[in-house]
């Protein structure tokens, strides 16, 4: 099936530092920004109790719509997370699609956006545990262009270990495991580098801070295996059939540090990453050093798949307008 021409990606802010206005779903209705707001001593913010995710949505200028990416499938890992810290929300994974599509509809996104759903024990309570506290559900979303640079990383390998399965869900977005990404993070970029690649207890590699990796050696993708404590990624999957419909053999195994030294190409996907090629780890160039032509075609696919270009993958497109009038923030008032 032929692809239409990719719309020129609308201009889109990157990520926030401060994140206010729009709508906010909030104890189970659609409120203003500033009213969602918590007690400091809810238990979520003490302990870390609570899960996440993170979902884009992609504007299409052609056809003025905008376009949740996979959006069942990150609510389905989003319940399944919530499962993890013994949460019991009332909204379904439809119910919760809906509410995301109205959210955005009465702000009127017009652009590249990221969303995002956060489920937290809510409780004012001073209590490490899971069952003294009550459930809470909030979502919201801002303007958000590249999280990260896709056109060349540069990494370095962490000397902070990813943290274990049996520690924290390795495959659950649980909040408190996220100061293991943000010691990570911190220390790759203040030496200079983008990101990091953080390694296993046992010193194999298992994601950057918070993407899947990819290696591309002699024309095959090689991926960590999900039981070396990565997230298992929905765009790591997304990534995986595009290469499958174009006879790109795929190997999740056990990957050794010095293989990413050695690796022709290496990319990172994710849902805030998007593809974004690695051309350096540890001062060591990638292949040659620039964008391989394996991440490049891939990078392509998946920018047209998720503007809802490539008609072979609009299945994974949620169209927000769907041939609705947009009205503006003041025509569709809270």
């Known amino acids: 099936m032929a692809v239409e ?3 020129s990606p609308r201009t889109a802010p990157p990520p926030t530092t401060h994140v206010a206005g729009g709508s906010v779903y909030f104890q189970g209705r659609i409120v203003p920004f500033a009213e969602a707001t918590v007690s400091v001593a809810t238990h979520a913010l003490n302990y870390g109790t609570a899960c996440f995710e993170g979902i884009r949505a992609y504007w299409n200028e052609d056809r003025e719509e905008l376009y949740l990416l996979k959006l069942s499938e990150h609510y389905r890992r989003f319940l399944r997370s919530t499962q993890l810290l013994k949460m019991h929300l009332r909204e379904t994974v439809d119910e919760l699609g809906q509410i995301t ?3 955005l509809r009465r702000d009127g996104h017009r652009g590249d956006v990221y969303i995002r759903p956060i489920a937290y024990k809510s409780s004012p309570i001073i209590k ?3 069952h003294s506290s009550s459930d809470a559900l909030a979502i919201f979303a801002v303007p958000m262009g590249d999280y990260a640079r896709t056109d060349g990383l540069r990494l370095t390998i962490s000397s902070w270990r990813r943290i274990g399965d049996n520690s ?3 495959r659950g977005k649980v909040t408190g495991a996220y100061v293991n990404t943000a010691l990570a993070v911190d220390d790759a970029i203040s030496a200079g580098y983008d990101d990091c690649l953080m390694l296993t207890e046992d010193g194999h590699i298992a994601e950057a801070s918070a993407a899947n990796v990819f290696l591309v050696q002699s024309g095959t993708l090689v991926t960590p295996p999900v039981s070396d404590d990565i997230l298992v990624g929905i765009t790591r999957a ?4 595009l290469a499958r419909d174009r006879g790109l053999p795929i190997v999740e195994r056990t990957i050794d540090r010095t293989e990413t030294y050695q690796a022709e190409e290496i990319f990172l996907c994710g849902t805030g990453v998007q593809v974004a090629p690695v051309v350096e780890i540890d001062g060591r160039a990638v292949g040659s050093g620039a964008p391989g ?5 891939l990078q392509d696919a ?8 490539d008609p072979r993958y609009r299945h994974w497109c949620t169209p927000v307008y769907g041939g609705m009038p947009r009205m503006t923030p003041a025509q569709n008032p809270i």
């Open 238 to 241: 997304a990534v995986m059939e």
């Open 302 to 309: 998946y920018f047209a798949a998720v503007r809802g270009s």
């Open 101 to 103: 599509c109205d959210i």
């Open 168 to 170: 924290i869900p390795a």
């Open 128 to 130: 490490v545990d899971l």
């Open 293 to 297: 032509k394996t991440t490049l075609d």
């Open 5 to 7: 021409p990719l719309p």
